[in-house]
């Protein structure tokens, strides 16, 4: 879109984690970027929950997770609790809009059976003059030829998306103009699962469409799925949304937030007595968004916030015990 015509749309924003687990405080400065760009524009927010694969669902972790943005009083428009004009808002209730989507891409010509499994791409790979470890996915597994009706019957196929042969350029508010060509990178992706679950690239898209979001701020380990979203937008004749990857929070030992972490969730950090504005000044701070990391409420962070305030994409890497130093600064807070 022209950078003027997006500057004239009133702003939707949105978080959409998925619930896995408990919220880290790295899904939580995340939320907290997103939170204030849609509010410092007026914008609404959208709180959208995506627990598209059930095996990875942990139960209760979504109200867990809504209970710990309540906490931080970052408020949304729309959600699940609260309803909206675009619910349902967890992916789990949305199969019929991913199902309409696939089909509008069958109709386009975009789609095709695929019933290669993942051993045998893999042992593909490692064939010695298969494809490299990593390769995309070889373009000669591509059908010639489609039988006309292929679509009404396509039990133990997974449908992938042909990708064309072109560059995709973005320009990411933190990391500036991306440039990807999908067929090299990845090749021909996977929109719905051979056991029929609908994949994240399709849901997001479909989901980020029929809400209206005009800002994708997320992590950024999804940098890489952009290009390949934007081919989706494409192809369903969509508008993209403006993208901002907001960079990756790291343990002090350099590794990825997990599960086993759990004394870096926003959850560990509210039952150890730390107060919601110490988290939020805390992570305003690691941003670049606030000169020291006093406490502060998310609302008082809103007038000042503008995107070239946050200057470095590098990972964030927490102290070695974050309850403890935040614990310093609890009883500072004034208001
Ligand atoms: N559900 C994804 C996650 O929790 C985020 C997807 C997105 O923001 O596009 O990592």
Redesign the pocket.
Known sequence: MHPNLESLQPVHGRF???PTGLLHVG?ARTALVAWLSARSAKGRFTLRI?DLDPPRVEPGAAQLIMDDLAWLDLDFDASPSLGGPHAPYCQSECSSYYGQALEALHKGGWLFPCRVSRRELRTMASAPHGPARGAPYPASLRPRHLAPQWFDDVSGAAIRFMVPDREVSFTDRLHGIQTENVSCAVGDFVLRRRDDLYA?QLA?VVDDLRMGITE?V??E??LSSTARQILLVEALGGTRPAYAHVPLVLTAAGKKLSKRDADLTVAFLRDAGIAPEAVVGYLAWSLGIREAPDPISARALIADFCWSRIRSTDPWHLPPDLANSLCDRRSSYSG
Request: hydrophobic fraction near 35%.
């Open positions: 959409a984690p998925s899904g995506e994240y997001v994708v997320r992590g380990d999804l």
